[in-house]
């Protein structure tokens, strides 16, 4: 019997036991870590960096767009895109870019490709987001992506493609961007 008491006693200790330092552990809010991992105090609100935002061709005029292309090329635009697209079967443009992640180590993706290219051609300097792209196909080597390889993309497009087929691929490169 007293055996059996002082198990009890024990139980009801150690319960006790935990009940106190569950009781004194330390708020996890108190040492809540903020996604840029800046420790803050309780009370404090965390106001997330301002993300830089990304540039969108919707917010240029047709004039920025297309400034620095050949006049010959703007005469031409807008092309038929649909027909751009088709382009990019017989030209492989689509044997190494993709519009979805499919492929992304070979050739940089398509996926809103035109807001890609305002801001590639505002950090080279350039005229505008159709020149970049214009550029990108008929002289690949001018200006490589980030962490791709040059020589890769085939420098024969300037002479393959006429002016009408690159009128067409731009209408639709510049179609593909944000919702
Ligand atoms: C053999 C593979 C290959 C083929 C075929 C190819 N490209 Fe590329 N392309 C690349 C690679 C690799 C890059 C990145 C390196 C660079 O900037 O040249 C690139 C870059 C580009 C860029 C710049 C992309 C960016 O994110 O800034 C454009 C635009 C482009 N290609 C268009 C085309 C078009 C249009 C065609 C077809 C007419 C085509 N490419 C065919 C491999 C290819």
Redesign the pocket.
């Given at each position: 019997m007293v055996r059996r008491k002082s198990y009890l006693y024990a139980v009801i200790v150690f319960l006790f036991a935990l009940v106190v330092v569950s009781a004194c552990a330390p708020n996890p809010r108190l040492q809540l870590i903020s996604p840029s991992m800046v420790v803050i105090a309780e009370g404090e609100v965390f106001v997330p960096p301002t993300p830089t935002p990304r540039p969108r061709i919707a917010e240029l005029s047709d004039e920025e767009v297309l400034a620095g292309l050949p006049e010959a090329i703007v005469a031409l635009i807008p092309g038929d895109a649909q027909r751009g697209l088709d382009?990019?079967v017989p030209?492989?443009?689509i044997?190494?870019?993709k519009i979805d992640n499919s492929l992304e180590d070979?050739?940089?993706i398509w996926a809103e490709?035109a807001d890609?290219?305002v801001g590639?051609a505002k950090q080279l300097g350039l005229a505008g987001p159709a020149m970049y792209?214009y550029t990108?196909?008929t002289n690949?080597?001018d200006?490589?992506?980030p962490g791709?390889?040059?020589d890769?993309?085939?420098e024969t497009?300037s002479e393959d493609?006429s002016e009408q087929d690159l009128a067409d691929?731009l209408t639709y490169?510049l179609s593909l961007r944000a919702e």
């Open positions: 382009l990019t030209q492989n443009c044997g190494c870019h070979i050739a940089p490709i890609t290219a590639r792209l990108s196909i690949p080597n200006y490589i992506v791709y390889n040059s890769v993309m085939p497009y493609l691929l490169l």
